[in-house]
């Protein structure tokens, strides 16, 4: 979840302390036993940090290396914690996770200190809403995510020249009903050249294998893209309460199963086939009122990254409401 950006720093120590805090007072973070666990990912634990004082002192969420790792990965994690706060330090977007500062917590580790997003991730809420039985997302709410994943997008490819690197409901973070909605985890961004290309030959995207593109799969050209194939898939998620290609594999054909995932009936090469490919999607259940949706899923979810909407072209059609295809005339197929 959480590979390069090419800023030398005038030396380790100038960097490391540039990006001690945002603020002017020092900041303490307490021991991990002392904060509220948020959730977790790659190596890494978040935490609610309450800030004592004025009332006007909002929480911070605070990202620190999981104790439990073995040295050699705490390491690799370390590293990606601190480019992750290089990178967030120099964003500013309502939808993008703020920085707020980089320090040692008080138990000796070093942790990355962001603005509270929202308590549940979105994967969280897809997760709630399957376990009570709901059916998707009211197409409103899975719109207005649309539009502000595809502006936090827009911001990082365009004005950033950054690719995201691991777009998935996991890394939306959702405050209230959907009050504010907020891309965090830019741990493993990549730089983009002008032609928004992965400027280094060398970096590597990371990703997430459900949400990975064919061009990831195949260590083909990566570009801005990539990112929009998995945020295709991160809309396919609030329409089917699923993971992408997982839970389809061992369901087919099976009513009567109940939700449980079971090993043994997985079908572990029918899931590397459909790696990087548009997952199916029953939209004569949705209905008419999720046609648009339905269509923007598609139109990022070509194999062919060219065919691909941009991140900016996106949001001009959400915004104005206009045609999300140029080929009126053509007819999309869904499995």
């Known amino acids: 979840q959480d590979c390069s950006r090419e800023r030398p720093p005038a030396s380790p120590h100038s960097q490391f302390y540039s990006l001690k805090s945002a603020c002017s007072t020092p900041v303490t973070i307490p021991a991990s036993p002392f904060m509220k666990k948020l959730g977790c990912g790659t190596g890494v634990n ?8 004025k009332q006007t002192h909002s929480p911070w969420a605070v990202k620190k290396i999981n104790s439990k790792c073995a040295k050699k990965q705490t390491n690799i994690y370390q590293k990606r914690l601190s480019e992750e706060a290089k ?21 000796g580790s070093k942790c990355l200190a ?6 549940q991730s979105l994967n ?15 197409v409103a709410t899975i719109e207005k995510v649309a539009l502000h994943v595809a502006r936090g997008l827009q911001y990082l490819h365009s004005e950033k020249k950054l690719l995201h690197g691991d777009m998935k409901s996991c890394n939306v973070v959702i405050k209230g009903d959907f009050e504010s909605i907020k891309i965090c985890d830019v741990g493993v961004s990549l730089r983009l050249d002008e ?16 949400w990975k593109p064919k061009e990831a799969l195949e260590e083909g050209l990566i570009t801005d893209k990539a990112d929009i194939f998995a945020y295709g898939l991160t809309l396919w998620e609030m329409m089917t309460l699923s993971v992408p290609h997982l839970e389809m594999l061992d369901t087919e054909g099976d ?9 043994d009936d997985f079908d572990e090469d029918a899931y590397y086939e459909r790696l990087g490919t548009r997952p199916p999607l029953d939209a004569a259940t949705l209905g008419g009122a999720y046609q648009r949706m339905v269509e923007l899923f598609c139109l990022c979810t070509e194999e062919d990254p060219r065919k691909r909407p941009s991140a900016a072209h996106i949001v001009h059609v959400l915004e104005s409401n206009s045609q ?6 053509e007819v999309i197929v869904i499995d």
């Open 324 to 329: 999300l295809d140029d080929k009126s005339n």
């Open 195 to 210: 032609n928004m290309q992965v400027s280094n030959p060398d970096a590597y995207y990371i990703g997430t294998e459900p």
């Open 255 to 263: 009513e009567d199963d109940d939700d449980s995932f079971d090993e």
């Open 46 to 53: 978040v935490y609610l940090m309450n800030r004592n004082g």
């Open 87 to 107: 990178i967030l330090k120099d964003l500013q977007h309502p939808n993008i996770v703020g920085f707020r500062a980089f320090t040692t917590a008080k138990d």
């Open 124 to 138: 969280d809420l897809i997760e709630k809403r399957r376990e009570e039985g709901l059916p998707a997302f009211p």
């Open 114 to 119: 962001m603005e509270y997003g929202g308590e």
